[in-house]
């Protein structure tokens, strides 16, 4: 699948990204430091405090993304280099550290901001010089926002324009994904706003004279809360996705995102829901999809033509399902948005990675999908191009479908076996289950497990008890037991996430699996009732 295209103007020439990037190693030596405070003496030489942002941004953006596996949790690069980075400029009495720490109060994380803001001060009591641009900074104001979607509603590329007290105006525009867990994946700046607004609006007036009612290409004005509400919330995911796909250069531009949506005011009154906006900027209108709604448009679309000539109705029945599931679940409450990359990205990464299929719906699922485009097409009154293009990407789908879709059977595990863990269809869950519940055939004291369900908390205190069947755990199991049957429980619904990552690192750590189970009990059992602090707890464990 090849990325979107911009749809307004191309980015401008990247700010770098190939300084040399810290190897991990805490703290980071000194020579790195050395190498970024001798960059930051280029900031002496511009003027224009716009100039000055984008290199302390650039420089900011050599350590995004990196992970410190011997920081605790393996994620606070930020505290370790940035602010190392902070202390080690503010030692230096130098124009270029103050310089520096002035762009990286404006621009770094909340603690980098104070920290630099303090040690620019100090460093300007000793009397050393401040480059002209510090005093333009923190005056930026955003005057207006726009929002550009592209066609099949896949994209969305938010420009907001931006000036220093009215001088020296700029754009920024960033791509919003919402395949990609509608997070920011690319972004850039210009100074030439008047001519990008003109070629969007172009852009979007050209499609406009053949584009279908109902179809969600549009370059629109949208209010500054509402476009700070969207970034936001696309921002935390691109910073909290492991190994998020982005463009090259969007590393030199991340810290002056993070800043420019810093500067646009807060939403007031109800919160705006993060995900797609709808026509003039407001939130698009998305009721909770229950389960008897999604039960009724599953009825809708069985019922309608399209979907006429599928013979399996009960195969149809739980495809449609799966794809409402997607679009509800995956794609903001959207199940009637079809595109090309949609289908793809449902065809052959979702249903792969979190569903097992039977044999009857895996040959079903594409004809079903091709009807539901054609189904959804219409409801939403699409193009005939629009829909062609996306039953394209359907139809040739379809051979890596089949080969990309991992059937349990096929790796010699017993398809009974895996209905008992798997109730829910859900294929990711497999492997955690089953570490959860390891013996599941056999007999104790009288009963055959093989009878047993371990989706069931009755039979989950047999099954558990079989697996102590010792003289030292029958002499402690009833609380022994019962501490096994939280966490089986936890690792069962997958809550938290970072519960069978941690369980992983363990195992691969050469770790006994009762040993494991017993450090991820005391860790979540200390950290207490707090979400957060179990999770944070459980990223710690190595």
């Known amino acids: 699948m090849s990325p979107q295209s911009r749809q307004c103007s191309p980015s401008p020439g990247g700010h770098g990204g190939n300084r040399r990037k810290p190897s991990g190693v805490v703290p980071p030596p000194n020579a790195f430091f050395d190498e970024l405070l001798r960059a930051a003496r280029e900031l002496l ?25 011997s920081a605790p949790g393996g994620t606070d690069v930020e505290k370790l280099v940035g602010e190392g980075l902070v202390e080690y400029a503010a030692s230096r009495s130098s ?21 630099a803001e303090q040690a620019a001060l100090k460093l300007m009591e000793r009397g050393v010089r401040s480059p002209g641009w510090a005093q333009h900074l923190g005056a930026v104001t955003a005057s207006e926002c726009y929002l550009n979607s592209d066609s099949y509603g896949d994209t969305d590329e938010v420009v907001c324009v931006f000036s220093y007290a009215g001088e020296e105006p700029h754009a920024l525009v960033t791509v919003v994904d919402y395949n990609a867990d509608g997070m920011i994946r690319d972004g850039w700046v210009t100074s030439h706003v008047s001519k990008l607004l003109e070629r969007c609006r172009q852009a979007d007036g050209g499609q406009g004279a053949g584009r279908a009612a109902g179809t969600e290409s549009t370059f629109r004005p949208i209010a500054l809360p509402q476009a700070r509400r969207l970034l936001e919330a696309a921002l935390a995911e691109t910073d909290s ?13 991340h810290a002056f995102i993070r800043a420019r949506i810093r500067a646009l005011p807060p939403p007031r009154g109800a919160d705006v829901p993060p995900g797609p906006l709808g026509p003039g900027g407001s939130p698009a209108q998305r009721r909770p999809w229950s389960k008897d709604r999604r039960a009724m448009l599953a009825a809708e679309f069985l019922a309608s033509d399209e979907a006429e000539d599928l013979s399996d109705r009960r195969a149809a029945s739980r495809c449609a399902d ?13 199940p009637l948005r ?3 990359v949609k289908v793809e990205k449902f065809l052959l990464g979702w249903l792969p990675r979190k569903v097992m299929l039977s044999a009857a719906e895996q040959d079903a699922m594409p004809h079903v999908l091709a009807a539901w485009v054609r189904w959804s097409g219409r409801c939403r009154g699409l193009g005939s191009k629009q829909i062609g293009e996306t039953l394209d990407a359907v139809f040739n789908s379809m051979s890596a479908f089949s080969r990309a879709y991992r059937d349990p059977a096929e790796f010699g595990l017993d398809p009974a076996l895996v209905a008992r863990l798997l109730p829910d269809g859900d294929l990711e869950a ?3 289950r089953a570490f959860a519940f390891p013996l599941l055939h056999g007999w104790y004291a009288g009963t055959d497990l093989g009878a047993l369900d371990p989706a069931d908390p009755a039979d989950r205190r047999t099954l558990l008890a079989a697996d102590h069947d010792s003289g030292a755990a029958r002499r ?3 609380r022994h ?14 809550d938290p996430p970072e519960l069978w990552d941690a369980a992983q690192r363990l195992l691969d750590s050469g770790q006994d699996r009762h040993l494991v189970l017993h450090t991820l009990m005391d860790t979540v059992e200390a950290a207490g009732d707090d979400p957060r602090a179990i999770a944070a707890a459980l990223r710690d464990l190595r």
Do not use: N
């Open 322 to 334: 799966r794809i409402i599931d997607y679009g509800c679940d995956k794609d903001f409450g959207r």
């Open 481 to 494: 037991i019962t501490r096994h049957l939280a966490i089986a429980d936890r690792l069962w619904r997958g």
């Open 430 to 432: 497999l492997p955690r």
């Open 95 to 115: 124009p270029a550290a103050l310089a520096l720490l002035s762009g990286i109060a404006c621009l770094g994380t909340p603690r980098q901001a104070s920290r």
């Open 241 to 253: 996705a492991d190994g998020a796909v982005v463009s090259e250069s969007f590393a030199s531009y």
């Open 338 to 340: 079809m595109s090309p």
């Open 476 to 478: 402690s199991a009833g």
């Open 45 to 69: 030489a511009v003027r224009s405090p716009l100039d000055a942002e984008l290199m302390v941004s650039e420089l900011l953006g050599t350590w995004w993304g990196q992970r410190s596996d």
